[in-house]
């Protein structure tokens, strides 16, 4: 019965083509146990990732206590004001942005890994609400209240990124770079700012929500209609520039009262809207037209409270008509967000969660619901602010939701005579700090000139059509610009540079490319090539099927060109030739010039900078053994340098290198219409690496590679120094067996092959 096992075993080997006696790789059972040591640790520490607050909040004293009471406040005094501002942008009555700014604030500090960022409202994501809610009713119209669709897009959008933060998917953010996000957001500023200077000079007729450039063109064709509201809303913007311009200059001029005016210049905002505000009483309560209408634009009723606690209400032919809609809702929710809280967590060295940070906005957006808040995520602004006040932990938020209930509550009567003009002031002065400055478009430039042009798109795209083909544009763009990058990686020829140290003897060996790279080496330094006979390669991205074919012409083209030919072709007639090899020109003497390159021996590839590789790649480097061999009429050796990945190793073993036992590699592993009636290669004996074999490590004094796999080394120096060892001793064997009597070709296993190229 044993025997029947082993032998139906040994059977079921040969039909998958595993060896008799396998090189001992890394297996799937091995990745599988790596992927968790102890999973009840790992499940419950997943638990308590939910809840970031667990871990600080034992911990709390009265040194963070005050810190996050003071910018707890600083940033409500501003979120009020800002609020009610972006909810008119978003087509909203103003107390949903209050509604929106008090659960950002107060659900986010339960779920945060960022202590300075602060969710509400933002402008961005009030215009596209907006933009939502008139492509509804445009098609649907008088169905469902304003107020409605946003709550709706506030659920949708947030239960989707609430399921891609608990999946852990939040490394799909990482597509997106920064030129593109501050492309996007640039436009956007400018798109936001266009769009209120209608309401800051009182201007109507036309539509504001337009694309940027009409708007821009329109508000200067109504210059002469303006009215009296220009009076309230260029005096705000003055105003408020003229506060922070002052207050950034005394900071620098009194350095120890840094402190004094950041506050003052902090409530800016707040004193602008309070002096508007009395003057807008002053003058329009004496002026109330017989139809009650009043000279200027104001807020009018604000509604106190929360007016529309409940459960929200979702009509599935209303998620059907914003269905279009919600992947650029969704993405604006999570990309600007994730950017913020990143941003800050550099500057103030710590590190965020971005699956977490994701969760946190999905659970504000979900509850937030319940309120009737529309969608919020990270501002910019506040963020900024809620930073520089000094906050410590992410509990500042609670204090910040305490001064939105006190404005809900108690100052809802004051709202009343706020100036329409004065709101569009600071949302000018807020959005204006998202255009990225020169400073930083150029730093763009001088980094990667593609990526400029990925940010200018963005821009171009989104002041010239919507925001929403602003965005698309800049992610279509920066994926396409990665494939390209991954389908046409750097590869280099490497050869020798000796370096010295001056103060020492200490010689060192280092590998550059043949070719001079602009600014890499100085002129001065000369690159020496390798010993005849060897090819140093290496391949600068992961061996993946996109890019592969790169690495197989660029070895087989240089090998063609600077290697000798096994065969002597000026032997052959024409008719006999391929017919892919024309031959010589006339008069051309192919011999003597084949005659005088040298013979390969070997190719060292440098795969340090090789972190993956898949099926097709492997078959392309077998492609490229079959075919330099081939030319060679010989085998040469493939020599690996620098494989870190027990994966690399595993998938370069099955393909038949590493072992020098050409006997038995692969011709084919990756087929793309198997070939029955297939042939192998001429069987060659190669000689072991004895010099792989001697790389040992001085404190197990065992080898430094395995013993199996000789042809894998651990740098590239050790590597080509096989090659090299490989190259002497082929040259020695070739020399003694020119004194040595032909052996019969019955006995003689090498001299009974037939030739690669003949088959």
Known sequence: MASLVARLKSFGKRVIGQPEDPVPVVTVKDWVRNL???????????????????GWITRYNFGWLYGDVVAGLTVGIVVVPQSMSYAQIATLPTQYGLYSAFVGVLIYCLFATSKDVSIGPVAVMSLTVSRIIATVNEHHPDVWPAPQIATTVAFICGFIVLAIGILRLGWLVEFIPAPAVSGFMTGSAINIVAGQVPGLLGESGFDTRAATYKVIINCLKYLPVTKLDAAFGLTGLFCLYAIRITCDYLTKRFPRRQRFFFFISVFRNAFVIIVLTIASWLYCRHHKSKSGKYPIKILMNVPRGFQHVGPPVIDRELVAAIAGEIPVATIILLLEHIAISKSFGRLNGYKINPNQELIAIGVTNTIGTVFGAYPATGSFSRSALKSKSGVRTP???????????????????????????????????AVADLVASPRQVYSFWRVSPLEFVIWLAAVLVTVFSTIENGIYTSICASLALLLVRLAHPRGYFLGRVTLREERSSVIREVFVPLTQRPGILHPAVKVEPPPPGIVVYRFEESALYPNISLLNDALVDYVKANMRRGRDMSQIKMSDRPWNDPGPKPGQDENAENMAKPVLQAIVLDFSG?????????????????????????????HFATILSPWIRRALVAGGF?????????????????????RTLPEEHKVTDVEAIEEISEDSQAPIVPEDTPYFHFDLISAVRAAEAGLSSAQTSARSSMHKPPVPSVTSEASSSTPASAV
């Open 36 to 54: 968790s040591k102890d999973p009840k640790r790992d499940v419950l520490g997943y638990v308590e990732a939910l809840f970031p607050i667990v």
């Open 395 to 429: 509990a500042a938020g609670i204090l910040t939701a305490i001064v939105v209930i006190v404005a809900l509550y108690g100052l809802t009567p004051a709202f009343f005579w706020i100036p329409s003009a004065g709101l569009s002031a600071v949302v000018i002065h």
């Open 610 to 638: 090789v972190s993956h590789i898949d099926t097709t790649a492997v078959q392309a480097l077998i492609d490229t053994r079959t075919e330099v061999e081939r030319w060679a009429d010989k085998p040469v050796d493939f």
């Open 658 to 678: 590493g072992t020098g036992a050409s006997s038995n590699a692969p011709t084919e592993i990756a087929p793309v219409v198997p070939y029955r009636g297939g």
